[in-house]
């Protein structure tokens, strides 16, 4: 099945559109981010801010009562796509001085575009 989509997605150039299999394997993803981050309608914070409904939201300010280090909550931005999918890619080129620990960035496109169809789809109005 996986080969299959696979097959697919190369054979039909289709623009980037956040679909179920993107959510899905974007879940898979963020096993890596788990240890830190919940997410889901539940998600308390933890060693890491809950990244319940973060897209869209300004950076640092998001998650209520979590200690958010001043880098962060100074840096001005707004979670945007494009920022979020560079965060993923290396938050401390990003915002230097946060307080993510987190070496391993993540390195492959689709795992980042995967990633946030994952965190959207997490959060459904
Ligand atoms: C070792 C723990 C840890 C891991 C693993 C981790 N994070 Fe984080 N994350 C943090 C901490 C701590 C912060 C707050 C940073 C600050 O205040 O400077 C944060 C902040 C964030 C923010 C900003 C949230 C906001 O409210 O502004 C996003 C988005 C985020 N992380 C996504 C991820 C993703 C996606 C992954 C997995 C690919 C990940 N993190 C892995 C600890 C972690």
Redesign the pocket.
């Known amino acids: 099945m996986l080969k299959w989509v696979l097959a697919a997605a190369a054979v039909v150039a289709v623009p980037f559109t956040a679909s179920a299999q993107d959510a899905e394997a974007g879940a898979a ?2 096993k ?6 919940q997410i889901g309608p539940t998600a308390k914070n933890g ?5 319940q409904c ?1 897209p869209g ?7 209520e009562g ?4 001043d ?3 100074n840096s001005g ?1 707004t ?1 945007t796509d494009e920022n ?1 999918l560079a ?2 890619e290396n ?1 401390d080129k990003l ?1 230097p ?6 070496p ?3 390195k492959s496109e689709e795992d980042r575009a995967n ?1 946030l169809a994952f ?1 959207k789809s997490q959060c459904k109005q």
Request: aromatic fraction near 16%; charge should be positive.
């Open positions: 993803v963020f890596k981010c788990a240890a830190c981050h060693l890491g801010p809950n990244l973060v939201s300004k950076a640092g300010h998001h998650a979590f200690a958010y280090s880098a962060l909550k931005l979670w979020l965060w993923f938050d915002v001085g946060n307080k993510m620990i987190f391993a960035h993540v990633l965190i």
